[in-house]
């Protein structure tokens, strides 16, 4: 797989070089990347319309605002442990995919305890559950997905998605994020709004091993029009800089595959007991009123927490219910 296209764009050379925190000047970008300064001012006009966050300044020249870094394959696996390194057999950094998901699942697995992680600045159809599409502004969001392939089917598999939100919620609060908690089953949230959301796919024959593509998309610092695109939507969402976390999306890729890559073996050998009691204590909709969507059915009651394999419990007028998949949303007080 082959992330990265031959020839890149002059905005993205430009974007990659304005990576570096420090202020470029016109004049210095034209003569390092040999075209004009009215070409590079394009690219940098052209960004902007992208939703790229550029902090200019007379007499000293651009850079992406503060905080922000492009993507970079190596400084991401040179932030992780031995140990992590030792699990990841190849990580990969693309300009622009139509998803990061997509592309794993149509790719050869990994070897089963090694993983493959890659990341885009942009996706072009990138998705959240049900098909819905994810606004990710570029430079403004994290893309990760990271394929693992289980020797077999893992007894607990419907519960990885709670997993992949522990190992989220840990590496973003070490991030200096506050205020952060999960919403079954695979979305991170912090004062009712939306920071990110898991996507799980899987590719699977009959008694042969799985291979599971892990997608994570965060809101890093999404920026006024991100932002008004999101709320169109329908979702009220939070950015990691707005909760003071960590905006370096390099540091936070590393971050988050150190805890994926020690938590899907531990998931592989355990199961989902050795992160519960975490999600459980994270649970933004315990006792709260919530409908349940599945399917064209309805379900309304109070959340009662999860049970042991992860599934949602609910207590309706007709008694405990069990949901092991389906959309939750915040019912209402009456």
Known sequence: MSAQPQTATLAQRVFQ????GEYSS??????ELGVSRGAVWKAVRSLEAAGVRIDAVTHRGYRLATGLVALDAARITVGLTPAARSRLAACEVAWTLPSTNAALLAGAEPAPGRAVALLAEHQ????????????APLGGALCLSLAWTFPALPQDLGALSLVVGVCALRSLTAAGAAGLALKWPNDLVAGGRKLGGILIEMRAESAGPVLVVIGIGLNVALGEAARARVTAAGTEAVDILELGGDVNRNR?????LEQLLDALPRFAAKGFAPFSAEWRAADVLRGRPVSVLLGAEREVGIARGIDAAGALLVETPGGLRRFVAGEVSVRAQA
């Open 26 to 31: 016109g004049e210095a970008l034209a003569a």
């Open 124 to 135: 072009t159809t990138g998705r959240g559950r049900r098909g819905r599409e994810w606004i």
């Open 252 to 256: 936070l890729a590393a971050a988050l």
């Open 17 to 20: 070089r304005l990576g570096d």
